[in-house]
């Protein structure tokens, strides 16, 4: 993650007055910690990671960080099976930094878990340039595309693609 992403999302965490944020894609905790600093003191990370060892890596880089351990709950399995079991209009924020292929159910479980005025925000929507170019393309690319597509077209969202890192997509839910 670029620092740009990372001071993006801490403003877009604060932004909100973040208390309940969940994140797809634990990674070694990079993003939860910027997720983190931009919250309420008495806010909770939900992270959700396929992989153990990355949860495992991100718990201690957020004691490291100086956070105490109910500050984050993690929860391994994949995003699609443990986004449904969530708590509707009980987040925040989202944030997306998981499989990009999935980014559209991602949105459509996002808009669930959001209260009125929340925020989704999407990583990697560049694609490392891939989503500008022309020619034809992977199938990861053609999905962005129709995730940014789909946001852009809709009259319950409100949605700005920043220029950081590699593409931070970030939508609001009116």
Known sequence: M?????AAL???AASVD???VAEIGTGCGVSGIHLL?????????TTVDQEPEHQQSA???FRTAGFAGNRAR????????????????????VFCDGDRLEYQDYLAESLRLLRPGGLVAFE???ANGRTVDSGPQPTEVLRLRELVRAVRESQELVSSLLPV????LCVVKR
């Open 59 to 61: 718990r201690q880089a």
């Open 37 to 45: 600093h931009g919250m309420r003191p008495d806010g909770v990370l």
């Open 124 to 126: 990697g929507v560049f």
């Open 2 to 6: 670029s620092p740009g992403t990372g």
């Open 10 to 12: 801490r403003l877009l």
């Open 74 to 93: 993690f929860i391994p399995g994949r995003a699609l099976d443990v986004l449904p079991r969530l708590a509707d209009a009980g987040y925040d924020l």
């Open 18 to 20: 973040a208390k309940a």
């Open 165 to 168: 890192g590699d593409g931070l």
